[in-house]
């Protein structure tokens, strides 16, 4: 399976999913004129990669700021991203912050509680 990678950009961010480490990042500000055309593509890798995960996959998000159709775009990678921990499969979702940015600390409490997989809050001292 090959890899997944966009570059990011002042209102879109860098995904970076790699299918061999099942490791995945998404890192930068979130705020595309379409949020669910610009993670489409995305969507569909993730749905092939269910198929054949990796033992553990773990998601980084390191985002400086989202719009609110960016979140839902969120949840629904949360969402696929549960389908493989069903499966049997171990998934971390970490979860980054700056340490006084309330807002997005809140949005990562408020994503464990909606979804069944672990959102591990790291705190990034500014």
């Keep these: 399976?090959?890899?997944?990678?966009?570059?990011?950009?002042?209102?879109?961010?860098?995904?970076?999913?790699n299918a061999e480490t099942g490791s995945f990042l998404i890192?930068?500000?979130?705020?595309?004129?379409?949020?669910?055309?610009?993670?489409?593509?995305l969507f569909?890798?993730?749905?092939?990669?269910?198929?054949s995960p990796k033992?553990?996959?773990?998601?980084?998000?390191?985002?400086?700021?989202?719009?609110t159709s960016s979140s839902k775009c969120l949840v629904e990678i949360?969402?696929?991203?549960?389908?493989?921990?069903?499966?049997g499969y171990d998934v971390q979702i970490n979860w980054f912050y700056e340490e006084d940015d309330e807002d997005m600390q809140e949005s990562g409490e408020d994503f464990q509680e909606i979804i069944d997989i672990p959102i591990v809050m790291n705190v990034i001292q500014g």
């Design 78 to 87: 949360f969402r696929k991203l549960e389908k493989v921990q069903s499966s």
């Design 1 to 17: 399976m090959e890899n997944f990678f966009l570059e990011g950009s002042t209102k879109t961010p860098e995904l970076r999913f």
């Design 27 to 41: 890192e930068g500000r979130s705020i595309p004129e379409n949020s669910v055309e610009y993670y489409k593509p």
């Design 44 to 51: 569909e890798w993730l749905d092939a990669y269910i198929l």
């Design 55 to 67: 033992q553990k996959s773990t998601l980084e998000v390191k985002l400086e700021y989202f719009n």
